[in-house]
């Protein structure tokens, strides 16, 4: 016969087992909603996509080979079920830490994004298959090597890693949004047509430096090793670079009526020193031949206005009468108060002076080197060819006798 305290114990050892298979039963309930790689067939048709930034290399002539140092950058890529590409909660367009979706997969590019644009006909191969009978879907960021993803909040918060903000100051970053058209599946593939190329927007904006030798100093004086320090003429304003990127509602509606989400800068640093343009090359800057410099890339806090920018530029150069630079000596020179002219929408010249250096621009800098100064033209255009402003800008102090006759 059992005894009392026996029953007792296996009524107890009953309910322990009943409330572990509670718990085990539970979480399928949850997810018995969402596609999972064991309840979904797969095709032997591997996905493969192409990716661009966006309005790459559109500003820049033909020849202009190291114009996009910088921006060529290697990223990471997010392929997700067409299940969690929905505006609900725990889903890829909401603000849900807690609960965040897994992607189908993600890939690692090595190569720079630029590499594999539809226009080149030229596909990257992710090695992984399309799924039957649902669409993917595709986000990302870059560049992969600068940015660490939260140990809580996963791919929604990424951090900048490198220290050295000289070095961050040097490189774009990029959001590759949670765009309805970007997506494939095994009847309507990725790199089918341009609309589903995996875009990349730009979250900074860019700050390029060129320069020449002025005609009248043809045969006479010889210049090289070119840098440049850019400040903000405001000495309480900075330029800053991305410390943290977040993803967020971008406050658009995609034509499928879903939120566009993608990454936005939401923390900042300061770069205390300006930004650094440096030749790291020996070449000869040519007579009436524009040889890039350096470009930066920097951007804005949004809580930052100002009325007008103004930058103050000081410049270093090697100087030389002789060709083979055997006898050089150092030349230098500075301006300050220098505004930069805007443009408007349609890329139209206008009276008004920018705020803000804002993304998605590029803000080009002309250094014309003379025997006793330099002439700066300052041009605003936007990333993705739009219309273009020349500004010269003349020093305040410069003497006629110190101008170059001809300009």
């Known amino acids: 016969m059992v005894s009392l305290n026996e029953l007792i114990k296996r009524t107890k050892m009953k309910q322990n087992v009943r409330y572990l298979l509670f718990l085990l039963f539970v979480p399928l309930l949850a997810a018995c909603d969402q596609p999972t790689d064991a309840s979904l067939s797969f095709t032997d048709v591997p996905i493969r996509v192409n990716t661009s930034v966006e309005g790459g290399g559109s500003t820049y002539a033909v020849g202009d080979e190291e114009a996009w140092v910088g921006e060529e950058l290697p990223a990471k890529l997010f392929f997700w079920y067409e299940g969690d590409f929905k505006n609900e909660t725990d889903k890829l367009l909401a603000d849900n830490d807690g609960n965040k979706p897994t992607p189908y997969f993600t890939y690692l590019m090595n190569d720079a994004i630029t590499s594999f644009s539809f226009a080149d006909s030229r596909w990257l191969d992710t090695g992984h298959p399309y799924p039957e009978n649902t669409a993917v879907y595709a986000t990302g960021y870059a560049p992969r090597t600068l940015l660490k993803e939260d140990a809580t909040s996963g791919f929604r918060k990424l951090t900048v890693t490198e220290t050295d903000l000289q070095k961050v100051a040097h490189c774009d970053f990029l959001s590759c949004d949670a765009r309805s058209e970007q997506k494939g599946s095994f009847e309507h593939p990725f790199g089918n047509t341009a609309n589903n190329e995996l875009q990349f927007r730009h979250l900074t904006s860019k700050i390029l430096v060129y320069a020449s030798r002025h005609e009248t100093i043809t045969g006479q004086v010889y210049v090289r090793k070119v840098q440049a320090t850019l400040k903000l003429n405001n000495e309480n304003e900075k330029f800053h670079v991305p410390k943290e990127l977040t993803w967020s509602n971008l406050n658009e509606k995609n034509p ?29 800057i040519m007579v009436l031949q524009d040889k890039r410099i350096d470009s930066c890339y920097v951007c804005q806090p949004s809580d930052v206005t100002t009325t007008a920018v103004a930058v103050d530029l000081s410049v270093t150069a090697e100087y030389s009468y002789r060709q083979d630079f055997s006898s050089p000596y150092e030349f230098t020179w500075s301006g300050t108060n220098l505004p930069i002219k805007a443009i408007n929408d349609s890329g139209q010249a206008t009276d008004e002076y920018i705020t803000a250096f804002k993304p998605g621009y590029v803000y080009e800098i002309y250094l014309k080197f003379y025997k006793t100064g330099v002439i700066v033209t300052a041009k ?13 800008v003349y020093p305040p102090g410069n003497s006629s006798d110190d101008t170059p006759p001809g300009t």
Do not use: A, R, S
Not at 260 to 283: I, M, R, S
């Open 256 to 284: 499928d009526g879903t939120d566009k989400w993608g990454y936005q800068v939401t923390e900042y640093q300061k770069l205390e020193n300006g930004l650094t343009f440096q030749d790291n090359t020996d070449d000869m």
């Open 380 to 392: 605003e255009v936007e990333w993705e060819d739009g219309g273009i402003h020349y500004v010269p």
